[in-house]
Each structure stands twice: as structure tokens, then as C-alpha cells.
């Protein structure tokens, strides 16, 4: 097994988001329309949206989306917490009025899978979907409902890709919820995935129009031991997802935060000059967005504004800027808002000789061979 170079992150992941949204959407939407019954969406109140890593950070990110398009509770939650803190406290009270989605990439993660055999010995009002790129996994086994967001393999790579296809399935969900329950209309729930193909465009522009504003930002920002990415809303998903790049990419620490939590808390860490990523679409808390700006740079803070291409108010507060191109409504900002910190990530770990997932160390390397070859037997039937 080789070392896994940063270039991979791009030409394979980032690059290809564009394409991916526009061959898959419908496909994902078929498989979303087919999830549940009129009848059972009509009853359906409340949504858990539950994974590890990637798969939370898009429940997260997606959250917005059920509350404002479908109008129905949604509760994002990690695996671990929604199993051992969440799932016994379920009401449902009702047949079908609680929907459980586990996500898992791989359909394999542990912790989700327990939730939703959880969720099934102890509810039977409650119906449990797995989200994944293989629904007969581990996950799926535990679940009444599958939805396939199964992608061609490009190779091993932090997941940006599959991070893309969950952001897809969850807010088709949401749309065909929507629908449903009578929300919006057929005219206007076509409308909203037709948005999807002028995303797809305009991930490609921001491609390459935050090229070579990320790797500036990476050369002057390579000597920070720790990175913060905050925003809110929809962006506070991004954030964690920003913040998990780097980590894999460039084994940088990271952390993200909420806007306003940022303000009560690191803002008081030293040093002053850390790099201070903010993800700030126009939107519900834009105008705090500003506001953080400011009190980040008069703290010395090195800014990374990633915000639309003719942003002003944010952007005159910023250091560096990784501009986002074209206009999106606040719930489909996840889609492209992390572009630009992706192509950081991937520069970062370039600029710093290092190989994604720590790979570049022989001691990393042997152990994911072992773990290859464990799976192989497993497989196998040894």
C-alpha cells in the first residue's frame, strides 16, 4: 500500500462534484420518492438524522432543510449519543410519526447500525431508513428502508464525494417530505432539484475560481499548529466538515464552532493570531457573520473568509478570501460552501510534505495493510 498524495483530493473528489450531481440527482430522487408511502409521510412529524464523522457533519448541515422546506422536526445526532442518549427517549406515539435515518458512507459503521436495532426492539411506531453507498451493509440489515446513494469508486480518499451524495439524499428527502405532506406543490418540488444542476455548474466556477486563493491561504497559514472554521445554521454543518478535511488531509488540528459560540469561547484562546476560517453564505445569520468578522480582526485573528464572489461586508475583514461563486438559498449552501476548504486542505498537506491520512508514516501504512488483509479473509470466508 502507498502513501495517499493530496492531488487525490482534487482530481478525483473535488472535480468531480459537478458531474456527480448532475448524473445522480435523479437517481437518488427515484429511490427518495420510493421511501415511504403518501400515507406514511402524512403521519411522519419528527426525522433523527443520525452518523459518525462525514455522515453527521451532513446531518448537521442538512438540518435547516427539514425545518423550513418539509416544516417537520428534525434532530441531528451523533451515532453514539442518538443510541445511548437518544433512542430510548423516542416518542412515537403514533404508527409512523418517527422517522429514524442512519447514514453511513460505507454502510458499514457499527454505532448506526446499533441505533436502528435499538430503535426497532424498542418502537414500533418508528420506521428506520439507512442512507448509504451500500444499503445491504451492516446498517442496512437493521433497517425497514434503504436509500442508495451509491457512487462509481474513485479510490481511497477523505470523503468528499460521499459526503456530496448524503448532502443529496437528505435534502430529497426533505423535498419529497415536503411534497407529501402538501408543503409545496409538484411545480415547486421540481423546481428546488432542478436547483441542484445550477449548483453543479457553479462548483465547477468555484473550483477554479478559489484554485489559487486556497493555495496562498495554505502557504501563508502552513505554520498554524490549530485552525478554527465556524459558522451557523447550515454553515455550522460545513464547518465540522471543513474542519474534518483538514485533519485527514494534513493532520492539522482543527476544530469548528457555532458563530455565536465562537464569540463566547475561542475567542479567548491565544494565540491571537490563529487562523479563523468563516463560512458565511448570505443568510439567517450573515449579519453576525459580520459582526465576528470584526471582533476577529481587531483580535488579530488570521481570516479566511469563505463567502460569495462580491461579498463586501464580510470580506473587507478578511486576510484571505476563497470566493464561492454563483447564488443559493441558505439550505443548498452546503453543497459548495466546501469547496474552497477542500482544495485548502489538499494544498495545506501539499505544503507541508505530508500524505493524506498520515500515509506518508511507515507505521500508518502497516497497519492499514493489516486491516486490508483482515477484511480480505473476512470476506473470504477464512
Not at 462525514?54 to 443510541?83: G, Q, W
Not at 457499527?110 to 446498517?139: C, F, M, P, W, Y
Amino acid at each position: 500500500m502507498e502513501s495517499m498524495h493530496p492531488l487525490l483530493m482534487i482530481d478525483n473528489q473535488v472535480r468531480d462534484l459537478g458531474n456527480l450531481m448532475r448524473e445522480q440527482t435523479h437517481l437518488f430522487a427515484e429511490t427518495v420518492h420510493h421511501l415511504l408511502t403518501i400515507e406514511e409521510i402524512k403521519s411522519l412529524h419528527h426525522v433523527y438524522t443520525i452518523g459518525d464523522g462525514d455522515s453527521f457533519h451532513a446531518a448537521l448541515a442538512t438540518e435547516m432543510s427539514y425545518k423550513s422546506i418539509a416544516k417537520v422536526n428534525c434532530e441531528p445526532m451523533s451515532a453514539m449519543r442518538f443510541l445511548e442518549y437518544g433512542a430510548d427517549y423516542i416518542h412515537a406515539t403514533f404508527p409512523n410519526d418517527t422517522l429514524v435515518v442512519g447514514i453511513s458512507a460505507s454502510g458499514s459503521t457499527k454505532r448506526v447500525a446499533q441505533a436502528l436495532e435499538r430503535v426497532k426492539q424498542q418502537h414500533q411506531n418508528a420506521i428506520t431508513a439507512v442512507l448509504s453507498g451500500d444499503v445491504e451493509g451492516r446498517v442496512g440489515k437493521d433497517a425497514d428502508r434503504k436509500i442508495s446513494v451509491a457512487l462509481p469508486d474513485k479510490g481511497r480518499s477523505p470523503g468528499i464525494r460521499t459526503y456530496q451524495a448524503s448532502l443529496m439524499g437528505l435534502i430529497l428527502l426533505a423535498i419529497r417530505i415536503a411534497e407529501a405532506k402538501g408543503r409545496i406543490d409538484q411545480s415547486k418540488a421540481r423546481s428546488l432539484r432542478e436547483e441542484f444542476a445550477v449548483i453543479a455548474d457553479n462548483i465547477e466556477k468555484t473550483t477554479e475560481a478559489a484554485d489559487i486563493p486556497a493555495k496562498v491561504a495554505a502557504k501563508a497559514l502552513k505554520d498554524a499548529n490549530y485552525m478554527v472554521f465556524v459558522g451557523s445554521g447550515p454553515s455550522y454543518g460545513t464547518a465540522t466538515f471543513s474542519a474534518a478535511k483538514v485533519i485527514e488531509a494534513a493532520g492539522v488540528f482543527s476544530i469548528a464552532q457555532d458563530l455565536e459560540e465562537w464569540a463566547h469561547v475561542e475567542n479567548l484562546a491565544y494565540p491571537d493570531d490563529t487562523p479563523t476560517f468563516l463560512i458565511a453564505p448570505p443568510g439567517k445569520g450573515y449579519w453576525r457573520a459580520i459582526e465576528l468578522a470584526k471582533a476577529a480582526k481587531e483580535k488579530g485573528r488570521r481570516i479566511v473568509a469563505v463567502v460569495k464572489e462580491d461579498d463586501e461586508d464580510v470580506s473587507q475583514y478578511a486576510d484571505y478570501l476563497l470566493p464561492v461563486i454563483g447564488d443559493v438559498r441558505e439550505e443548498f449552501s452546503p453543497f459548495i460552501y466546501h469547496v474552497a476548504a477542500d482544495l485548502f486542505a489538499a494544498y495545506l498537506t501539499m505544503e507541508l510534505g505530508r500524505s493524506l491520512f498520515q500515509t506518508d508514516r511507515p507505521e500508518v501504512l502497516e497497519r492499514w495493510a493489516k486491516t486490508a488483509a483482515a477484511q480480505s479473509q473476512q470476506t473470504n470466508g477464512g
